[in-house]
């Protein structure tokens, strides 16, 4: 699932060690199909989108290992007996500390998931290190589509941004994961869930509400929040004295702890910590830099159907492969950066480091094609309601009712977002410089500063202000001038 650090960010205190999506963000996206746990990940982040396509394969395994399991004996562990948990698992250090950490603490049965979310990295190893340690069952689910379809595009439908700038990647990830966690429990008959989210994040906090949300009775186990091994110096030596491969990267200061999905990677820790710190260039893995981007503008025109893109240059894409498609375009010409410090759910703030390059540009395009469709009412409604949407997915309550209330609305209104938007992409930029709609609301001569042909009437616009002045001119009247 989860998690994997860039070269720049080698991986184990991960900000979730289940979640670092560390890669390309032009990984070409596959059906949820089921299909032999040999098929492999592939497309680089200088692919085209053609190469992309050609790399298209389903990939949805449940594996049940040869081996023997290792002998457990059930006992109570700080959360009580379990005897079946999934635990979400990346295969990485972390993931596998926790892994061999339950078996040792627990004594249960440990089922491991590991989802793709367009993380852009090789998927099988985690397999093959989940049978290693004695895993009987192993799920590695293709959730690409479903990820982009029922998850990002509802949030962008809202144009959603958490306090004004942060589009909520790593947030809008979360509810999958955890709605998958629980439906494999279910189908196994776990009693209990595992993810690696640390004490101080937001992401405990996304994953357990999505947990108790979908199954109220159900047990979580959080390691991080029960287990002593509080430093990496104790994370190493628990791995050396149980077997687990410890690469010499892995031993040296970690750079950044880093999340990635098909939407977004971040970066934090180290020495991004001190906000007054400039971020480093290397880090980077979806982006050039503004300064490094082609000299040459780069046109594209994205059509919309009910609020959703559904086509590039003419050609339709589905939602992945849109997603994907548009990560390559901002990439390619240093879109979707952004540094900024959050105010976290649980108390504290946050600097953190974001590539979006898709995301920037669906996000820019939309809000250009929702001027020509919606009316004022509506579009002045989604701005109200929009910050109240952001910070609920930002806290982590996807599965409450009342966000389920607000994309109702959203989704209402969203009927009549059809259209197609021109967009200019330079050195960092994304350039609105054309919109069209079949109903388009605007009317050139009624806003036209040339002879409307008695289309308006100018005279009507005395009434006008002065009814809504009556209330100013009453005011001024009785209290006098404003102070």
Request: proline share 5%.
């Amino acid at each position: 699932l989860f998690s994997r650090r860039t070269a720049a960010a080698a991986p184990l205190l991960d900000r979730t060690t289940m979640s670092s999506y560390a890669a390309s963000a032009v990984a070409a996206p596959r059906t949820s199909a089921r299909a032999p746990s040999s098929v492999r990940r592939g497309a680089s982040h200088a692919a085209g989108v053609g190469a992309q396509r050609a790399l298209l394969a389903p990939k949805r395994v449940v594996a049940r290992s040869s081996r023997s399991p290792l002998a457990v004996s059930a006992k109570a562990g700080p959360s009580g007996e379990v005897k079946k948990v999934v635990l979400a698992y990346s295969g990485g250090l972390d993931t596998s500390i926790i892994l061999k950490w339950l078996q040792d603490t627990y004594g249960c049965e440990v089922i491991t998931f590991t989802a793709d979310l367009g993380q852009g990295e090789e998927l099988e190893p985690a397999r093959a290190k989940a049978e290693q340690m004695g895993v009987k069952q192993i799920y590695i689910d293709d959730l690409r589509e479903e990820f982009v379809r029922d998850y990002v595009f509802p949030m962008f439908r809202a144009n959603a941004i958490y306090e004004g700038t942060y589009l909520l990647g790593t947030s809008i990830a979360r509810p999958l994961i955890a709605k998958r966690q629980i439906e494999i429990a279910r189908e196994v008959g776990a009693d209990a869930v595992c993810h690696g989210a640390t004490g101080k994040g937001n992401d405990q906090v996304r994953f357990e509400l999505g947990y108790y949300g979908l199954k109220p009775d159900v047990k979580v186990i959080a390691p991080w929040r029960e287990w002593d091994l509080n430093s990496r110096t104790k994370l190493i030596a628990y791995a050396e004295e149980n077997g687990i491969p410890v690469a010499q990267s892995k031993k040296e200061e970690a750079p950044f702890s880093c999340d990635a999905n098909l939407l977004h990677i971040s970066y934090e820790g180290n020495s991004l910590e001190d906000p007054w710190t400039e971020y480093e260039e290397h880090m980077f893995t979806r982006s050039v830099s503004p300064e490094d981007a082609p000299d040459v503008a780069t046109y594209i025109e994205i059509e919309f159907e009910a609020g959703d893109p559904v086509a590039i240059n003419g050609e339709k894409m589905s939602p992945a492969t849109m997603l994907a498609a548009l990560n390559k375009y901002g990439g390619d010409n240093g879109i979707g950066r952004l540094d900024i410090v959050e105010s976290r759910f649980v108390g504290m703030k946050s600097r953190g480091v974001y590539e979006t390059p898709g995301g920037t540009i669906l996000f820019q395009s939309r809000r250009a094609v929702e001027s020509v469709c919606l009316d004022r009412g509506e579009s002045h409604l989604k701005d109200e309601l929009m910050p109240r949407y952001a910070e609920l997915l930002y806290n982590g309550f996807w599965f409450s009712p009342e966000r389920e209330m607000l994309q109702a609305s959203i989704d209402l209104c969203s009927k009549n977002v059809n259209g197609t938007v021109r967009v200019k992409l330079y050195k960092g930029n994304v350039i609105v410089v054309g919109r069209k709609a079949e109903k388009s609301l605007y009317n050139a001569s009624l806003s036209t500063f040339e002879d409307d042909e008695g289309a308006y009437d100018q005279k009507d616009a005395a009434g006008f202000i002065k009814l809504q002045a009556l209330r100013l001119r009453t005011l001024g009247t009785q209290r006098g001038p404003p102070v």
